[in-house]
């Protein structure tokens, strides 16, 4: 496989659609990413494939954009960042060559379709219209290879379906997976109250609340109240929420129902959007789901994994076959 000389280019318009100098030349690097000082044009060699420092250098600094904006990063953590853009690269390279070895051939059709795409976006971009021609190959090569990677992993991850003992052993090794979570039913009324209004609309808000909860606890019917004062879109049901999960709610207003009683009604509590009362009228335990009811979840956990397991084999095996010597120097993070 060669050398892609116009690999900057290819790089930065392929996978991160941006503009492209009209003289061909490299984009300035971000500080800090190091310069290339090393007389050789590659940083690793996979089997006795070359691969490309300036396709190291663009895909790092998309990658850096990406991940870190213009955040001043550690060095350590900025050269393990690095070492890991360069590995995903010699990863691409063995993932490549394994599809084109077993003969898996690209989705033409998807590939013309994103070509088709590029062209629509950049129809109207001067210098794209003046550089395509020596970038358009490029780009389709990339775009097969994404294509042929991606058909290969579907292809080692399409597993067989697992025996029942395995499903079964994973059922019962992963409870937390089917364990159907605490079930709360809860009835609320809100008094809604702008986040924008000052203490004041808080206050009366809260003085209300106060005054409705006086009177729930001394037998007003919840339901009315909540048909009457209730800003909650559950005020037509009487406040009624159904049944709730923990998480569902706001933090102040879980911690109140978290010590709750069923039967209990809560005191006033200021949420995001006005100051609340609930009542808890039910509250169900975690529960360990039966199995037959979840089986087919568990067998495509199973399935997963074990494609997750084969995907991940495959590529320890290529890279345990293959010589790699890579030139770790461009990992380095050079201070200014």
């Known amino acids: 496989m060669r050398l892609y000389r116009l690999a900057v280019l290819v790089w930065l318009v392929c996978a991160f659609g941006v503009a492209v100098a009209e003289d061909g030349k490299k984009p300035?690097?971000?500080?800090?990413?190091?310069?290339?000082?090393?007389?050789?044009?590659?940083?690793?060699v996979v089997g006795e494939q070359k691969l490309s420092k300036q396709d190291y250098i663009a895909k790092l600094r998309?990658?850096?954009?990406?991940?870190?904006?213009h955040a001043k990063v550690p060095d350590k953590e900025m050269e393990r960042f690095r070492e890991q853009v360069g590995e995903e690269l010699i990863n691409r390279t063995l993932l490549i060559r394994?599809?084109?070895r077993q003969g898996i051939k690209p989705d033409k059709v998807a590939v013309d379709n994103k070509l088709s795409k590029l062209e629509k976006k950049k129809k109207d971009d001067e210098n794209w219209q003046k550089n395509k021609e020596r970038?358009?190959?490029?780009?389709?090569?990339?775009?097969?290879?994404?294509?042929?990677?991606?058909?290969?992993?579907?292809?080692?991850?399409?597993?067989?379906?697992?025996?029942?003992?395995?499903?079964q052993a994973h059922?019962?090794?992963n409870p937390d997976k089917f364990t159907v979570p605490e079930?709360?039913?809860?009835?609320?009324?809100?008094?809604?109250?702008?986040p924008s209004s000052g203490s004041p609309a808080w206050q009366a808000a809260t003085e209300e609340a106060k005054e409705l909860v006086t009177q729930l606890r001394n037998g007003a019917d919840f339901a009315e109240m909540a048909r009457i004062h209730s800003s909650h879109d559950s005020a037509p049901?009487?406040?009624?929420?159904?049944?709730?999960?923990?998480?569902?709610?706001?933090?102040?207003a879980q911690e109140i129902?978290?010590?709750m009683d069923p039967g209990d009604i809560s005191e006033p509590v200021v949420i995001l959007q006005g100051v609340a009362i609930f009542r808890l009228d039910e509250r169900q335990p975690a529960g360990l789901n039966n199995y037959e009811k979840v089986k087919d979840t568990a067998k495509g956990l199973v399935m997963r994994e074990t494609g997750q397991k084969a995907w991940a084999d495959l590529l320890k095996k290529l890279r345990s076959e293959t010589k790699i010597e890579v030139d770790k120097s461009i990992y380095k993070v050079v201070s200014k």
Do not use: C, W
């Open 257 to 259: 129902i978290d010590i």
């Open 171 to 173: 059922f019962k090794s």
């Open 62 to 69: 998309y990658e850096v954009r990406q991940k870190f904006f």
């Open 183 to 194: 079930q709360l039913r809860v009835a609320t009324i809100l008094l809604k109250v702008d």
């Open 98 to 100: 394994e599809a084109q």
């Open 28 to 44: 300035e690097i971000s500080e800090e990413i190091a310069s290339d000082n090393d007389e050789k044009d590659f940083f690793a």
């Open 135 to 167: 970038l358009l190959p490029g780009i389709r090569e990339q775009n097969e290879h994404d294509s042929i990677i991606k058909l290969l992993e579907k292809k080692v991850r399409d597993v067989a379906e697992p025996p029942e003992k395995d499903i």
């Open 237 to 252: 049901q009487g406040g009624d929420m159904g049944y709730i999960h923990k998480g569902m709610l706001a933090k102040p």
